[in-house]
């Protein structure tokens, strides 16, 4: 699953064990309402694997972070920016979450010279991807705004033929003048 990565790297800790120099979490209510989706929407997101509460009570209810409110925020820019479908999203997000892995290992003191060139192999690769995806949104809009300009073009060619039909003197007018 997409965000198996997350999830494993994830602490779920309790409601109700957090220490009061945590931050508050939200329930999904209130997480919902912050970052301008429905609560439909946030399970939707984690039945997907865009993403998962950082906590859970011992009931069972979802609870979110700023952290989680920021990926929301970062999954619903992908969608408006780039036009991204929720799985192309996913590719997108599960790369980005590889990259901030690679982030940390290659910052290791455990990483050796050789490890540190395969993670840095492996992040210009998921870079790549990343931009594939996005020059590919990229030609589809440049392809439907020159069908457009096409249709803009014709319609304007019309008009102008239209308009100066009918701001040319009639002929018969002009022979009984």
């Not at 929407?41 to 998962?52: F, M």
């Not at 901030?100 to 395969?118: C, F, V």
């Not at 210009?124 to 995806?133: H, K």
């Not at 069908?147 to 022979?175: H, N």
């Amino acid at each position: 699953m997409i965000g198996s990565a997350r999830q494993a790297a994830a602490v779920r800790p309790a409601v109700g064990q957090e220490d009061d120099s945590r931050e508050r979490l939200l329930g999904i209510g209130a997480a919902a309402e912050k970052a301008g989706v429905s609560a439909r929407a946030l399970r939707y997101y984690q039945q997907l694997g865009l993403i998962t509460p950082c906590a859970s009570t011992p009931g069972g209810l979802r609870r979110y972070s700023q952290d989680d409110l920021a990926r929301v925020a970062r999954i619903r820019q992908l969608q408006q920016l780039l036009g991204l479908n929720l799985d192309e999203i996913a590719v997108v997000l599960s790369g980005e979450d590889r990259m901030a892995e690679i982030k940390l290992a290659y910052h290791g003191q455990e990483t050796s010279h050789d490890e540190r060139q395969a993670l840095l192999r492996e992040s210009l690769e998921l870079q790549r991807v990343l931009r594939a995806t996005v020059e590919a949104k990229r030609q589809g809009i440049e392809g439907f705004l020159a069908d457009l300009d096409t249709r803009i073009s014709k319609t304007q060619a019309y008009l102008d033929e239209m308009e100066a039909a009918s701001s040319a003197p009639e002929p018969d007018a002009v022979g009984s003048a």
